[in-house]
């Protein structure tokens, strides 16, 4: 392109500005920033000791609900540490290689996560319509192989992104305002044409995500077709309330999410800021909640949780 003639320089380096138009506000906001990322180190890693380390719990959807701990252990991880380096220390250097690999790593495990939850739903449906076949269909071995395939879909269709990117000459500007760094919004700085870019992210956002929600819709249709020609009330009860706790997860997986891609197409006289912190909340609340849900709504989990700290009270009394 032109430009680049005319600049000659392709940046490496890049800043990220945190929340443009709120940098006075940084600190405060940082505050349920910290806030959520403790709350979702705590709860995600105790969510993956207990299903561990309890025989009870080496079931299908513990071990679904495992993976999705890890995943959220991983996505808070990437992004929020960063995020409260810029509002504390106004450190948002970063380099392009540092940039793309936390892309790419938030960006495979929200992929990630959409599978699992996927999974989750189709766990649900076995239960519900083949309980006598539940656990002679979902075996370890094909958890297992599930978990897998789950981790290389993410990783092979973000992975030419990577290269994608890496093919472009960034020489317009080096500012990048948000607390992370996107696919589209790293690429719109380069002199290149970038449409191949914008339609392969196109592409893979419906090959995955709006794929696997598609396919929950299906599974909870199924689900409730099946709950509703039960016999019993207290059986249609029962159904429901175990797939509670995941409805729970999935709208607040997906609405953020949806929500904040809608914004971005259509709500061009919003403010750059709203765009930046609804962007956030799909990265802050599900970590932080997740645990929580499904700490209030499984039993089994209730009671490990009650076990764990009363039997510690107990020792610390004595």
Avoid at 153 to 159: A, E, G, L, P, V
Wanted: charged residues 10%; glycine residues 4%; hydrophobic residues 50%.
């Amino acid at each position: 392109m032109t430009t680049l003639n005319h600049t000659g320089v392709s940046h490496t380096i890049f800043r990220l500005l945190g929340i443009p138009g709120l940098e006075d506000k940084h600190m405060w906001i940082s505050i349920p920033f910290f806030i959520s990322y403790v709350i979702a180190l705590l709860g995600n890693s105790l969510l993956i000791f207990i299903t561990l380390t309890k025989s009870s719990l080496h079931e299908p959807m513990y071990l679904f609900l495992c993976m999705l701990a890890g995943a959220d252990l991983v996505l808070s991880t990437t992004a929020i540490p960063k995020a409260l380096a810029i509002f504390w220390f106004r450190a948002g250097e970063i380099s392009l290689d540092h940039c793309i690999t936390q892309f790419f790593i938030i960006h495979c495990t929200f992929i990630a996560e959409s599978g699992i939850l996927l999974v989750m739903a189709f766990d649900r449906y076995i239960a519900i319509c083949y309980p006598l076949r539940y656990t002679t269909i979902l075996t370890n071995a094909l958890i297992g192989k599930i978990g897998v395939i789950i981790f290389l879909r993410s990783y092979c269709t973000i992975f030419p992104i990577i290269f994608l990117l890496k093919r472009l000459t960034f020489c317009q500007n080096n500012i990048i305002p948000h607390t992370l760094c996107e696919h589209i919004g790293l690429a719109k700085y380069a002199c290149n044409d970038i449409r191949v870019n914008i339609w392969y992210g196109l592409f893979v956002i419906m090959s995955t995500v709006v794929l696997d929600v598609l396919l929950i819709f299906v599974s909870y249709v199924l689900i409730l077709h099946a709950v509703f020609h039960m016999p019993s009330q207290d059986a249609r009860h029962k159904a429901l309330n175990t797939c509670a706790s995941h409805v729970c997860i999935i709208v607040l997986f997906y609405g953020p999410a949806i929500f904040t891609t809608l914004t971005q197409r259509f709500g061009r006289h919003i403010p750059p800021h709203i765009h930046i912190l609804l962007a956030n909340v799909c990265i802050l609340l599900p970590p932080m909640l997740n645990p929580i849900i499904y700490g209030m709504k499984t039993k089994q989990i209730r009671e490990q949780l009650a076990h764990i700290f009363f039997s510690k009270a107990n020792i610390i009394l004595e």
